[in-house]
Antibody
Framework: QVQLVQSGAEVKRPGTSVRVSCKAS????????ISWVRQAPGQGLEWMGWISAYKGNTNYAQKFQGRVTMTTDTSTSTAYMELRSLRSDDTAVYYCARVYGLDYWGQGTLVTVSS | QIVVTQEPSLTVSPGGTVTLTCASS?????????PNWFQQKPGQAPRAVIYSTYNKHSWTPARFSGSLLGGKAALTLSGVQPEDEAEYYC???????????FGGGTKLTVL
């Protein structure tokens, strides 16, 4: 069965970076892309961008351009999302989801940014 | 900035029918926006229910249906069950900007 398993919760200081991983199983990793979505506490969903697991092409939401990098490691079927220059309003649960249709989701990774 | 708008909240009686809508600030929503719908319950990850306007996933109950209605994407629940109480989000693809944008969500109460 398709599964996306994300890395554990992180606590970060403002100005630092975080990298969240998303390990895929149960399907051919390079046949689908991975999107990243975040949800601040009590707020809605926010699309951050996506990466093609086959070619590594990326497309980022304008809000995150210059601050986010999405990568994949096809040898381990793992996608990564790095967010830099963290601020307190980056505190959120970060999800990975399989493209297309965002049909399968990871369990989410809580990133807390606090001094 | 692209804004996708949903009803903030709706209430429906058990067994009733309710339609949630999803509009884009860029104009009428068409199939080219590939509307997706997601259900999210408290403390859980979102669950996909509809993709590309009207297609159901293998786990989507038959009472859920997607469509286009009056220039918006729509999600209709017929014969609503108590377990359908949740937040529902739409997601639209904006081809000119090559961006996906979520709506703000609709809190559906079954009462």
């Amino acid at each position: 069965q398709v599964q996306l398993v994300q890395s554990g919760a992180e606590v970060k200081r403002p100005g630092t970076s975080v990298r969240v991983s998303c390990k895929a199983s149960g399907y051919t990793f390079t046949s689908y892309g991975i999107s990243w979505v975040r949800q601040a506490p009590g707020q809605g969903l926010e699309w951050m961008g996506w990466i093609s697991a086959y070619k590594g092409n990326t497309n980022y939401a304008q809000k995150f351009q210059g601050r986010v990098t999405m990568t994949t490691d096809t040898s381990t079927s793992t996608a990564y999302m790095e967010l830099r220059s963290l601020r307190s309003d980056d505190t959120a649960v970060y999800y990975c989801a399989r493209v297309y249709g965002l049909d399968y989701w990871g369990q989410g990774t809580l990133v807390t940014v606090s001094s | 900035q692209i804004v996708v708008t949903q009803e903030p909240s709706l209430t429906v009686s058990p067994g009733g029918t309710v339609t949630l809508t999803c509009a884009s600030s860029t104009g009428a929503v068409t199939r080219g926006y590939y509307p997706n719908w997601f259900q999210q319950k408290p403390g859980q990850a979102p669950r996909a229910v509809i993709y590309s306007t009207y297609n159901k996933h293998s786990w989507t109950p038959a009472r859920f249906s997607g469509s286009l209605l009056g220039g918006k994407a729509a999600l209709t629940l017929s014969g609503v069950q108590p377990e359908d109480e949740a937040e529902y989000y739409c997601l639209l693809f904006h081809g000119d900007a090559q961006l996906w944008v979520f709506g703000g969500g609709t809190k559906l109460t079954v009462l």
